[in-house]
């Protein structure tokens, strides 16, 4: 009998498993790619700010807002694997796309920044849209 329970537990727990996994292309799209692109960019953006390196920190929020615009038309694995969407799709899709244009806002207002007060608001900026988007939309490829 408890060999009988424990048999039907463990095939239980073995199906919820999988009903989780990540998507077998996770991590391995050209969203994927460019949002790995904006993560090191984000990156040089913090570190060259604290250092006070100017010239690279414009550099960094070029490329950044080069990546926004490049990521702006694909969709997100957590939506879709198709090239057709859903009605409730191409709604997700629609608040991505927003999202996207939020941050290529605070690229933009970083790009145009005239002193560190500004350029430190922009940074805040970034870095908020960026995580609510990572929220919404990204995949944990590690499940």
């Known amino acids: 009998m408890i060999k009988k329970v424990l048999l039907g537990a463990l095939i239980s727990l073995s199906t919820m498993s999988t009903a ?6 996770c991590g391995e ?4 790619r460019i949002m790995s692109d904006m993560k090191n960019n984000m990156k040089a953006i913090k570190n060259s700010f604290k250092r006070g390196e100017q010239e690279l920190l414009d550099d960094a929020a070029k490329a950044l807002l080069s990546n926004i615009r490049e990521s702006d038309t694909l969709v997100p694995l957590s939506i879709s694997d198709k090239q057709e969407l859903s009605e409730e799709q191409k709604k997700q899709f629609n608040d991505y796309q927003k999202g996207m244009a939020a ?9 145009a920044a005239k002193d560190d ?8 900026k970034i870095g ?4 609510k988007g990572h929220k919404a939309f990204k995949m944990d490829c590690d499940e």
Request: hydrophobic share 55%.
């Open 20 to 25: 989780f996994a990540a998507h077998p292309m």
């Open 29 to 32: 799209t050209e969203l994927a």
């Open 103 to 111: 941050l290529e806002e605070a690229a933009m207002e970083l790009i």
């Open 117 to 124: 007060a500004e350029r430190k608001a922009a940074i805040g």
């Open 128 to 131: 908020k849209t960026a995580k």
